[in-house]
């Protein structure tokens, strides 16, 4: 009787732990499921964003210098990449996980990862002493530009103490100047806003996969529980 | 393992884009612009890239031979495809199943994101719909 009664406590709890982790599951899968459709409204406002301020550069500079005809078409890789890392769920399954290099260096003939890099001490040294070079020649308006935009860069991760992101300025730069060398501030505005979707997408995309695996480990449970 | 499935890892991989800009000249090509300024396009040594734009001439096959081209070029992880132009090649969409490269369902200038509509959440909810009537059945 003390063992028809010790089995039948394990089966309960045999049962409860199943309970558990399909519990888990569902719960899961609910939760990527709300992040999913959280991105993708944020998605829409950034799109949004990014439209408008388009149109607006176009309105400011003219139609005829923001439009399909001037898209490069020569042979060129991509400034923006993804990198494809593999992340275990559990011992049969794995999924992808997306990562976003933004605007890599691709001078070497090598691309860098342009992603989670530190400034070292000798970059740090090289930009002050540029500074009075700079300042001292009237000449190079976009040179000065894009130094102040490294600054500006530099500032702000050495004040919040996080991994600095080293973001290659001549690749965004080079990306604007399809549209001619001075362009609407509302251009560089779409730029950004548009980069901050390329963010949002990958974290969709990571969502994504998520949510795939946590619906098949659910539908597999309901199909057992019907079976 | 055996049975596990392979996820083939990749240090820099592609965005492409399949984005729709119907209407007049003026409202063209605003999304694919907007990412393409952000970085992603890609021009290779064959002058092919990885976007399409759909506007009012471009056929069905067109955007189906696209998908297709995306989703089996090794060096592409993501798939950004306008929802409106995703409704066009619906069955297509909807019978991928590999995980890469991820297709992603965005909206586009003119038409809004519908959830009614993305081929992950209509399949979440064919399940569950499904689920609760075989549960009341029972």
């Known amino acids: ?227 | 393992m055996a049975g596990r499935a392979q996820i083939p890892t990749k240090s820099s991989a592609l965005i492409a884009m399949i984005a729709d800009e119907f209407g007049v000249v003026l409202l063209c090509w605003d999304t694919v612009t907007g990412f393409l300024l952000a970085g992603v396009g890609n021009v290779d040594l064959r002058r092919k890239t990885n976007y399409l734009i759909v506007d009012s001439k471009t056929t069905v096959k067109a955007i189906e031979d696209a998908f297709k081209e995306f989703t089996t070029k090794e060096d592409i992880a993501i798939v950004l495809i306008s929802q409106y132009v995703a409704n066009m090649i619906r069955f297509l969409v909807d019978s991928y199943n590999k995980p890469i490269p991820a297709i992603l369902e965005i909206p586009s200038k003119d038409h809004p994101y519908d959830p009614a509509h993305d081929s992950v959440l209509s399949r979440v909810k064919n399940l569950f719909s499904a689920e609760s009537v075989a549960s009341g059945r029972r």
């Open chain 1, 1 to 227: 009787m003390m063992e028809d009664q010790e089995e039948k406590g394990n089966a309960e709890n045999g049962i409860g732990r199943q309970k558990q982790v399909k519990d888990e599951y569902l719960l899961q899968f609910l939760d990527s499921l709300d992040g999913y459709l959280t991105l993708l409204d944020s998605l829409s406002s950034t799109l949004s964003q990014g439209w408008l301020e388009l149109a607006s550069a176009r309105h400011a500079m003219g139609a005829s210098r923001i439009n399909g005809a001037l898209l490069d078409l020569k042979v060129h890789a991509a400034a923006t990449s993804l990198k494809v890392s593999e992340q275990d769920v559990d011992s049969m399954e794995s999924q992808p996980c997306f990562t976003l290099c933004k605007w890599a260096s691709s001078d070497n003939g090598e691309r860098s990862s342009g992603e989670e890099k530190s400034l070292s001490p000798q970059l740090r040294h090289r930009n002050n002493s540029q500074l009075s070079g700079i300042i001292s020649s009237p000449v190079s308006f976009s040179h000065f530009f894009n130094f102040f935009l490294s600054c500006e860069e530099e500032k702000v991760s050495t004040r919040t103490g996080t991994p600095l992101i080293l973001v290659d300025q001549q690749q965004r730069q080079k990306s604007l100047s399809v549209f001619g060398v001075l362009v609407s501030p509302k251009l560089r505005s779409a730029q950004l806003s548009f980069e901050r979707a390329l963010e949002t997408l990958v974290e969709i995309a990571n969502l994504h996969t998520t949510m795939l695996s946590m619906f098949e480990q659910v539908h597999k449970e309901l199909e057992n529980t019907n079976g």
